[in-house]
């Protein structure tokens, strides 16, 4: 039960770094230009498209042999 729980910690904690890492925020904060719905807009996009990524790590981790 134990390894699960490690898995399960190990796997969000990849999903949360690949998410945080590909936001571009610092291009969006700094900007004046971007309104609030661009913004918001922009957060949903990045989401989105971070889902397979973060699917692709979770399989790997729980199944390594996969990448051979």
């Known amino acids: 039960m134990r390894d699960r729980k490690s898995k399960a910690k190990l796997v ?3 999903g949360v770094i690949w998410v945080v890492v590909t936001l571009p925020l610092p291009f ?3 900007n004046p230009a971007v309104s609030e719905s661009q913004f ?6 990045v989401g989105i498209m971070s889902i397979p990524f973060v699917v692709l790590g ?10 051979t």
Request: no cysteine; net charge neutral.
């Open 58 to 67: 979770v399989v790997w981790t729980l199944k390594p042999e996969l990448t």
């Open 28 to 30: 969006l904060i700094n």
């Open 40 to 45: 918001a807009t922009i957060l949903g996009i």
């Open 12 to 14: 969000i904690l990849l």
